[in-house]
């Protein structure tokens, strides 16, 4: 059988073709790689919690996020019936731990002289009270305001019965209309999730008094 004959020219172009189709590949995946985005820890509006009944040592659970939220890619817009991702947009780690951390930043701000980390944390240090959020919704609507929805508890480590529980259902009109500004309204959103925290460790029931012997 006769192999096919080609010309020098016709290698050439051949190879030149192969090169640039090579080039545009590498081209098209180094800009595909997204822009990452951090949540930030927000400083309060209120005053700063120093209740003698606010546990000493508070451990911030690593919130609940479904998965439909909890992916890198952010979520830009969340309504009854969608979910629609950002493209070229992510967050910077898991979204969940994410979360865990900053809120245990503002929680920190918000109860000076408390020792707050959030869960997982390298720490000896046993924890008095608990901080625990779920979250349901956690990205702009349609119409362009920011929301965060779900719900937050607070207690004794060993005393859940006696609890206090509130919904989150949260809304902030942001700045501008890009991921930017979405990602600062959903930081002043955690911040404010922080606020009723700390509230609401304050006004936790006093621990029961230790029985001796």
């Known amino acids: 059988m006769r192999r096919p004959f080609f010309t020098y020219s016709a290698r050439r172009t051949m190879a030149t073709t192969v090169a640039m189709a090579g080039t545009l590949l590498l081209a098209?995946?180094?800009?595909?790689?997204?822009?990452?985005y951090s949540l930030a820890p927000v400083a309060s509006t209120q005053p700063?919690?120093?209740a003698s009944q606010v546990p000493a040592v508070i451990e911030v659970r690593t919130p609940g996020v479904p998965s439909s939220l909890d992916r890198q890619t952010i979520v830009g817009v969340q309504d009854d019936y969608s979910v629609t991702p950002?493209?070229?947009?992510?967050?910077?780690?898991?979204?969940?731990?994410?979360?865990g951390h900053v809120l245990s930043t503002d929680l920190q701000q918000r109860l000076p002289g408390r020792t707050v980390f959030a869960q997982n944390d390298a720490t000896t240090v046993p924890a008095e009270g608990a901080v625990e959020v779920e979250?349901?919704?956690f990205a702009r609507d349609s119409a362009g305001l920011v929301h965060l929805a779900g719900s937050l508890s607070v207690h004794r480590v060993g005393d859940a019965d006696h609890g206090l529980s509130?919904?989150?259902d949260l809304s902030a009109s942001p700045t501008g209309t890009g991921t930017r500004a979405m990602v600062a309204a959903l930081s002043q959103l955690t911040g404010q999730v922080a606020d009723m925290a700390a509230e609401r460790l304050q006004a936790l029931p006093?621990?029961?008094?230790?029985?001796?012997?």
């Open 48 to 50: 700063a919690v120093s």
């Open 135 to 137: 979250i349901t919704r």
């Open 206 to 213: 006093a621990a029961p008094a230790a029985h001796h012997s």
């Open 166 to 168: 509130v919904p989150l």
């Open 28 to 36: 098209g995946c180094g800009s595909s790689d997204p822009t990452l």
């Open 86 to 99: 950002l493209a070229g947009a992510a967050w910077s780690e898991p979204l969940a731990l994410m979360l």
